[in-house]
C-alpha cells in the first residue's frame, strides 16, 4: 500500500486547505486512513480519521478540530480529503496520511502501517 499527500500550502489565518491522500497498491476491502501532523519540537498528533467498510464509511476526529476539519473520501479516485476551514497559525504543521488495514477508530501513529510523505501546511497570522 502506498499513499501520496498533497495539498499542502501557506495560507493566512482564517483561511482554508485541502489536503488530498492517494492510495494505490493492494488495499483491504475494510481499512482506515487517518491524517496526523507534526509541529517543529512537537510530538505527532491525531487529526482524524476515515474507517472504511464494504457497507459504509465512518469518520472521527479529535475534540479541538471537530467543525473545523471534514474528512472524506472519493472512491472513484482512490483518494481521502482532509478539508481544513478557519485555519489558525497553531495548525501549521507537516501533515501525514496513513492506513491501515483494519476498520476502525485507531488515533496512535503507531497503529498504522502505511504512511506518506507529507506535506507542509503553514498558516501565517
Known amino acids: 500500500v502506498q499513499l501520496q499527500a498533497s495539498g499542502g500550502g501557506l495560507v493566512e489565518a482564517g483561511g482554508s486547505l485541502r489536503l488530498s491522500c492517494t492510495v494505490s497498491g493492494r488495499t483491504t476491502s475494510s481499512y482506515t486512513v487517518g491524517w496526523f501532523r507534526q509541529a517543529p519540537g512537537k510530538e505527532r498528533e491525531f487529526v482524524g480519521g476515515?474507517?472504511?467498510?464494504?457497507?459504509?464509511?465512518?469518520?472521527n476526529y479529535v475534540d479541538s478540530m471537530k467543525g473545523r476539519f471534514t474528512i472524506s473520501r472519493d472512491n472513484a479516485k482512490n483518494t481521502v480529503y482532509l478539508q481544513m476551514n478557519s485555519l489558525k497559525p497553531e495548525d501549521t504543521a507537516v501533515y501525514y496520511c496513513?492506513?491501515?488495514?483494519?476498520?476502525?477508530?485507531?488515533?496512535?501513529?503507531?497503529?498504522?502501517?502505511?504512511w506518506g510523505q507529507g506535506t507542509q501546511v503553514t498558516v501565517s497570522s
Open positions: 496513513a492506513a491501515t488495514t483494519y476498520s476502525g477508530t485507531y488515533s496512535r501513529p503507531n497503529q498504522y502501517r502505511y
Open positions: 476515515i474507517s472504511i467498510t464494504l457497507s459504509g464509511q465512518s469518520t
